[in-house]
């Protein structure tokens, strides 16, 4: 892993190339999705719950 | 190393711990230096770091490496990916490191430096981070489930719904309290308004980019933000030198306090890539680079602690917030000692990325150490000022009057020596018309940092910089709470208004989704609107009572978890904490509610006023007696529970 892929994972930017990597290896006849929809999907999923943000 | 080199090793870490702990304590009179303090803490956390949590890792969770985590099982990519431990633990400490333990300490800082840092140092290695360390274990232990839903299934659907609901009421607590913090750093300060005000252009601005002009660039985005930030920071003093703009942006309190509201439901409507996405990115870097560099500017400074180790306000007259030390110390600091709303990360999407469960140690309880360590640092920002200083910005205009003069004669008069001429100087060093009764902790904040800063890029006015630079700092550090917690709160509300009716709880019908948003804003705008009128003295207490009501919820958790382990005598770990926090709290809600003084009683001071300002007594009073009540039933439900599973004739199933 490279620092700059660090520093993303540590400011909480959706892994997509992880998201692909995962999708090939274990899903390869699973469609996927586009890197706008996944970052997206990802987005929504983060600001719908507690525990993503703290006082 | 050998055996005993490493005995060595931490006895003379003990040793070091235990001196520094006495220079702090036994100084009268001198000034101590906060080297001291750094040696205190940095010994403590060591200890508790090697002995405390190896023994809860070892001997109660038994965490063990071969055992596959939640991340590991159901990997997909999206919620729950194995990752490195480093990066949870960065994860895991920017999402849990946010405005309170800068403002709590600050605040407490009334009473002298030594009670707070005894509080921060003993409360985390005991309480904090037991507690987010022992939630993060559970919750790696049932899927990566969440507090509430752990509540319900170890305790009981009656104190998950009350954990439920607890949350909510937390929630609109933390947000107002927390806006009314920016409020006041903000009123009557162009500088301050105007540079914040253009964080939300610019955050658009990035959004745009991402999704547009260069998607997914995220670290180029936001080095671009950086860079716009400092303009902004420079636009704020162009506006505050211009008389036209500057009066145009001088805004009163309540006039803030409504923008801030108009911010948030904007934000809770609007798509997340847009607003709070970008903003989040930029805001955790300037989060992480600005608590290195204090980290580093309090180390080479090393100031001298000016505040006493104790003051005469113990006994609870004091003018910052009233009450005594025993139970308001450990009311204020909250979030540095123990903070219940750690529970919610340590149950949300931390459980969900680790890939070997013995990394929970590091991630769950060293990333509450490190929190500690910034509360730490924020109160030796706090102390390091002239007392007479402190106590002028963060007093009320009901103790020291509104100009120079009457300030400098009130605060003098208490013992804390300070000329007029000190506090226009300084106001005018910054940049501020006056720094009188800024009162919420920020402003005092940024002073010290501004300071400390200073001592490395001193001249040309870059006090005022660095100043306006700390308050945009932390302005910004609260949005990202005041903006995604918003978002949440309206989620859980609508999750609650499913069940009234359907169509209420579809997070893609916009009527839906702006009655939502704009009731749960109209909840926590209430307590800013009363904040904002009736003063920050109020509504602090009451999200550090919330907030350690909280943390009382998720330790009766942990505690459930360790007996139904079958581990009765490790429970001890939470139990203790629990146990303390409960007596704190409880004190602290009954004495808020019922104390004769109206200084500090609501009840009593309801007496005093009329109108909206008795209102907002009344109501806090309820919302104090509605969080004891919702954690004393959880705490009686778990008891019961507890008793049952460790009868003789108990036959539950022992669980891992």
């Known amino acids: 892993m490279t620092l700059r892929d660090a520093i993303l994972r540590v400011l909480g930017v959706p892994d997509y190339q992880g998201y692909l990597a995962h999708m090939r290896e274990r899903h390869p006849d699973e469609p996927v999705l586009s890197q706008d929809a996944f970052m997206r999907e990802r987005l929504a999923a983060r600001y719908e719950r507690p525990g993503a943000r703290c006082c | 190393m050998s055996k005993a080199a490493r005995t060595t090793l931490w006895v003379g870490v003990a040793l070091a711990g235990a001196g520094a702990f006495a220079m702090l304590a036994l100084s009268r009179g001198e000034t101590v230096n906060a080297a001291w303090l750094l040696t205190a803490a940095i010994a403590t956390y060591a200890i508790g770091y090697r002995f405390y949590s190896r023994f809860i890792a070892q001997r109660v969770f038994q965490l063990d490496a071969t055992r596959t985590t939640p991340a ?151 080095a671009i933000g950086i860079v716009l930030l400092i303009g902004a920071l420079y636009a704020g003093q162009w506006a505050a030198a211009t008389p036209a703009v500057a009066k145009m942006f001088t805004l009163s309190p309540i006039v803030l306090a409504w923008s801030l509201m108009v911010y948030g439901f904007a934000a809770s409507v609007l798509p997340v890539w847009l607003l709070l996405a970008p903003r989040d990115y930029l805001s955790a870097f300037v989060k992480i680079g600005v608590v290195l560099a204090l980290a580093i500017g309090i180390l080479f400074l090393l100031p001298p602690l000016k505040m006493p180790a104790l003051t005469r306000y113990i006994d609870g007259t004091g003018p910052v917030f009233a009450g005594s030390l025993f139970p308001f110390a450990f009311i204020t600091i909250a979030c540095g000692a123990v903070s219940g709303f750690h529970a919610l990360i340590s149950s949300g999407t931390t459980p969900k990325l680790l890939e070997r469960e013995p990394d929970a140690r590091p991630v769950g309880y060293g990333g509450m150490l490190t929190e500690s360590m910034v509360a730490v640092m924020a109160l030796i920002a706090a102390c390091a000022l002239t007392p007479g200083v402190y106590f002028a910005i963060n007093s009320p205009a009901s103790a020291i009057g509104t100009t120079v003069a009457s300030a400098a004669t009130a605060v003098s008069s208490w013992g804390f020596q300070v000329s007029p001429q000190d506090l226009s100087d300084l106001a005018r060093q910054v940049g501020e018309s006056s720094l009188l009764s800024r009162t919420g902790g920020a402003p005092s904040l940024a002073v010290g940092m501004a300071t400390i800063f200073s001592g490395f890029f001193s001249g040309g006015g870059a006090l005022a910089l660095w100043y306006h630079f700390a308050i945009m700092f932390e302005a910004l550090f609260i949005l990202t709470v005041l903006d995604a917690g918003t978002r949440v709160g309206r989620f859980i ?123 907002a007594d009344y109501l806090d009073a309820i919302v104090a007696g509605f969080f004891l009540v919702s954690v004393l039933i959880v705490v009686f439900d778990a008891v019961r529970v507890w008793l049952r599973v460790i009868s003789p004739t108990a036959d539950l199933v022992a669980q891992p």
């Open chain 2, 72 to 222: 590991v099982r159901f990997n997909d990519g999206r919620d729950y990916v194995p990752t490195n431990r480093v990066i949870v633990f960065g994860h895991h400490f920017a999402a849990i490191a946010g405005p309170g333990p800068l403002v709590g300490p600050t605040l407490a800082a009334q009473f002298g430096f030594l009670p707070g840092t005894i509080w921060l140092l003993v409360g985390a290695v005991v309480g904090g981070a037991v507690q987010d360390f022992v939630i993060l274990c559970a919750s790696i232990r049932r899927d990566g489930k969440s507090l509430a839903a752990m509540a319900r299934e170890e305790i009981g659907p009656v104190a998950g719904g009350m954990a439920l609901f607890a949350i909510l009421g937390i929630m609109i607590i933390l947000i107002a309290v927390l806006g009314l913090v920016i409020v006041n750093a903000l009123k009557s300060s162009p500088w301050g308004t105007v540079t914040l005000l253009l964080t939300i252009p610019i955050a658009l601005f990035l959004g745009v980019y991402l999704r547009w002009v260069r998607p997914s660039r995220v670290l180029e985005a936001t």
């Open chain 2, 493 to 615: 509300l609508q999750d609650l208004l499913g069940h009234i009716s359907p169509a209420l709880g579809r997070v893609s019908w916009y009527p839906g989704v702006v009655l939502a948003s704009a009731l749960f804003v109209a909840g926590w705008g209430v307590f800013l609107i009363q904040g904002v009128t009736g003063g920050f003295n109020s509504l602090w207490p009451l999200f550090g009572i919330a907030n350690q009501l909280l943390a009382a919820i998720a330790l009766s958790v942990g505690t459930t978890v360790i007996i139904k382990m079958g581990k009765p005598r490790y429970a001890l770990v939470t139990l203790v904490p629990l146990v303390w926090l409960v007596a704190v709290t409880s004190t602290a809600s009954v004495e808020k509610i019922f104390a004769a003084d109206p200084r500090l009683g609501l009840l009593a001071h309801a007496k005093t006023v009329t109108g909206s300002l008795a209102f």
